[in-house]
Nanobody, 120 residues
Framework: QVQLVESGGGLVQAGGSLRLSCAVS????????MGWYRQAPGKQRELVAA???????NYADSVKGRFTISRDNAKNTVYLQMNSLRPEDTAVYSC??????????????WGQGTQVTVSS
């Protein structure tokens, strides 16, 4: 059973920082791409940042220069460092991982989501 467990959300004032973590556990062969998504009330889920196994990254325009995604392949963990937070960053943040479960099976898995609230 593959599980993604997130941590690090919370309440922060505008201009502050938070660091999200997402650890993948279970019997797996490896992990391809990993990413962070967010969904604000009344809005569609959007990609915030993604990172390949080799470390190539891409970001939503709204977070470029403020957020940094990274990963530790030895720990099967992805991080999202969020700086200069704005009220519009308020959302539920969820991590996603493309997991190589076996030689014949690759699947997309999601974490449970963590709330990030930025007060003005």
């Amino acid at each position: 059973q593959v599980q993604l467990v997130e941590s690090g959300g919370g309440l922060v004032q505008a201009g502050g920082s938070l660091r999200l973590s997402c650890a993948v556990s279970g019997r797996i062969f490896g992990i391809d791409a990993m990413g962070w998504y967010r969904q604000a009330p009344g809005k569609q889920r959007e990609l915030v940042a993604a990172i390949t196994h080799s470390g190539s990254t891409n970001y939503a325009d709204s977070v470029k220069g403020r957020f940094t995604i990274s990963r530790d392949n030895a720990k099967n963990t992805v991080y999202l460092q969020m700086n200069s937070l704005r009220p519009e960053d308020t959302a539920v943040y969820s991590c996603n991982a493309r997991v190589i479960v076996s030689l014949l099976r690759i699947g997309d898995y999601w974490g449970q989501g963590t709330q990030v609230t930025v007060s003005s």
